[in-house]
DNA sequence: TTAACTTTGTGTTGTTTTTACACAAATTAA
DNA sequence: TTAATTTGTGTAAAAACAACACAAAGTTAA
């Protein structure tokens, strides 16, 4: 017989974008050893309950969000001391969402919850500022052979938007011609004759929406997104 | 209190290569529901140790080897039925090694060990077939964009030993010239001195070795490793 | 009402990278 | 010595990438 005095959690890194700055969704704990301390959202899972769906009711019940992009991140259970009752294991999901679909409200078993920009993340309890760091080196990665991108936007968004959204968050300058060119030759964008002006002043500019349904098309005809450049 | 009864194991995916075709590791269960079943090398990880060391633990029991590369896959757990008295959540592990190094002994739990092509797996028991078809992708991802097919090769190799494997994991065409220009492009791979001659005829060639010093010296100045093509 | 400012939108050219392609040299087997 | 096999090498055309500037549409302030 197995004997195993080990508990299996799930956590989610949720990253979120605003106006040129990343954001990262922590939880305050109520309860517990580290009753106050920042942590990433997540729990232990239920002996008959997915993995997916363990995330998903935590990131409900702890901040009332439903996410846009989810996947599974690692798992981390080496830092044996999150709990004096036992070991706990913990399965580390990454996941996007539009900050502005959400008030965040912090249900039952969360004090408060808050988005951190990624620069200015406190340290968090556990093993979290690790899965920070990896998911958002993942973040960085994926955003260059996957159209993630569009999971942190607005449906309806300005080309400008989703340049600044690559700029800001790879943390460099992008030729804006070039950007165009590219994005436009995969025709998975698609302009609305929608015209907008949206912040002081300028020329207004057209929205352009993902066309997911193009994209697995042509993901079935071995398209390849990539955007990498200097 | 948390009432969770869900056990942890890690599982194996190790591929090894040999003569242009890609295997993969299993072994046969010597117990329990499944006996005489082809599975994964794996098992329960004890209360105190990492996630890592169980795996090498495993391998080492019940096939007798030791990798040259090891990475977490990704956790599977939604499969509730692979034992009946508990939920059993796995941990995979993508793992390459070369078969030459080792001769295949099943010690303890498994009754066998044993090679597959992997293109002849047979049915294994629980979830590992899914576990194998992620990590043959992962492998060929891999592949193109960071230096892993070394670890599957003899640390002298012919540069025709090199471009068998990439054709033949990544099953398609590559034009010699080219391939050999981009990889010695990057510096990584050096010329010994040594000529060879393997197979039956043919003119002999000189034997190469991969140089990780200097591959991991490049990665701090961002340096890309990137093959792919036509 | 005009001038200054801000943001969107658009093409071309030079440079680099990728692709396609063929033949001589060294060896073995017949 | 001839045929077969494998290694080793360069060039030219095509495609992708990088760099770059100015007009159009709107707002704000003088």
Known sequence: MINQNIKIAVDAIVFGYEKGTLYVLAVQQRFGKLADRWVLPGGFILDDEPLLTAVERELKEEAGITVNYLEQLGTFGDNIKRDERFRVISVAYFALVNPKNFVLKADTDAKDAKWFPID???????????????????????????????????????????????????????????????????????????????????????????????????????????????
Chains 1, 2 share one sequence.
């Open 120 to 230: 200015q993340v406190p340290q968090l309890g556990y093993d979290h500022n690790e899965m920070v760091n990896l998911a958002h080196q993942r973040l960085k990665n994926k955003l260059t052979y996957q159209p993630i991108g569009f999971d942190l936007l607005d449906q309806e968004f300005l080309f400008s938007d989703l340049e600044n959204l690559y700029c800001s968050i790879l943390e460099r300058d992008i030729d804006r011609r070039n950007f165009r060119k590219k994005i436009l030759s995969f025709g998975i964008v698609t302009e609305t004759d929608k015209l907008v002006k949206i912040g002081a002043s300028g020329r207004p500019g057209k929205l352009f929406t993902f066309d997911k349904t193009k994209y697995n098309q042509l993901l079935k005809e071995n398209f390849q997104f990539d955007i990498r450049f200097a």
